[in-house]
């Protein structure tokens, strides 16, 4: 009776142990690699690298020796900004199943504050001086500083301080437009505001020249070749590096296209499309059960 009683016992443990056996909750760990992923990196010359994670899934489970490998898939919103944001922790999300593909393609958005473009601008502009000859009127025409500003509609106006013959300021807007051969950023269809256009038929015609849209529009031009090839080079070397110890990513961006430019009020957002391969190896945490 007694090892009848023992028996019976012993064979509802064994139960109790098969539903639990094997079942582990990996969740704190997973929640460190999340921290990572939150965290604000820095990209000498660019600005900073904010990958925004959203959610994470499990792609497959390998079980190889006595290693238990486990391929895990990341959305995120990846931007690139010049000027640091806030850095926002979370709670690692609750992981979910599905067959992924291998590799990331994604869309990155860089953003540009418009002051670092106004200081290339005016680097270049400042001080110009040219003489305008229209007919009798020969006035000497001179520009101060120029400034970049979104009109949120899809333009940007060029704001212009100018002296010579005539002090004021006058405003001009343009489409901003990216060339994926040359690579070149430039404002293209040039034209005097509204408002500019009724003061300068009223208050001095001569102002009224297509010369002064051809100059600044020709020094409103930014080769951006070497921003992609330096975000290229900066990126490859974020996603091959160790984040904290027993953690490291390896990693490679394959391709990099701009693919739309958004002139916001505040800032210049330029979208790019971005693919490339990633893999984030935890190596030397302890994932005892």
């Known amino acids: 009776m007694v090892m009848k009683g023992l028996r019976s016992e012993l064979d509802f443990a064994k139960d109790e142990l098969i539903k639990n056996y094997g079942i582990t909750d990996i969740r704190s760990k ?40 486990i391929f895990m898939g990341l959305s995120a919103k990846p931007v690139v900004s010049f000027e640091k944001p806030i850095e926002v922790l979370s709670t690692v999300p609750y992981l979910q199943t599905v067959n992924g593909q291998s590799g990331f393609n994604i869309f990155l958005d860089a953003v540009l504050n418009y002051d670092s473009l106004n200081s290339l601008l005016n680097a270049n502009i400042n001080g110009r001086q040219f003489d305008i000859d229209k007919g009798p009127v020969k006035k000497k025409f001179v520009i101060k500083q120029c400034k970049l500003m979104g009109a949120g509609n899809e333009k940007i106006i060029v704001k212009v301080v100018f002296g010579g013959d005539e002090e004021g300021t006058a405003y001009l807007v343009g489409k901003p437009v990216y060339d994926e051969q040359t690579k070149m950023f430039e404002i293209k269809n040039m034209e005097f505001d509204i408002k500019t256009k009724d003061a300068l038929l009223k208050a ?86």
């Open 30 to 69: 997973v929640q460190l690699l999340w921290d990572e992923l939150c965290k604000i990196y820095t990209l000498p010359g660019l600005g900073y690298l904010q990958l925004n994670p959203q959610r994470m899934q499990v792609n497959n489970l390998l079980a190889q020796g006595d290693s238990l490998k």
């Open 204 to 289: 001095a015609d001569w102002l009224f020249n297509r010369r002064i849209l051809s100059v600044i529009s020709q020094y409103t031009r930014f080769d951006l070749s070497q921003y992609i090839n330096n975000a290229k080079t900066m990126m490859n070397a974020q996603l091959n590096k160790e984040w904290i110890p027993g953690i490291r990513s390896e990693g490679v961006v394959n391709d990099l296209k701009l693919t739309g430019i958004f002139p916001l009020q505040q800032q210049l957002i330029i979208r790019s499309n971005c693919s490339g391969y990633l893999a984030v190896k935890v190596q030397t945490i302890p994932f005892s059960f």
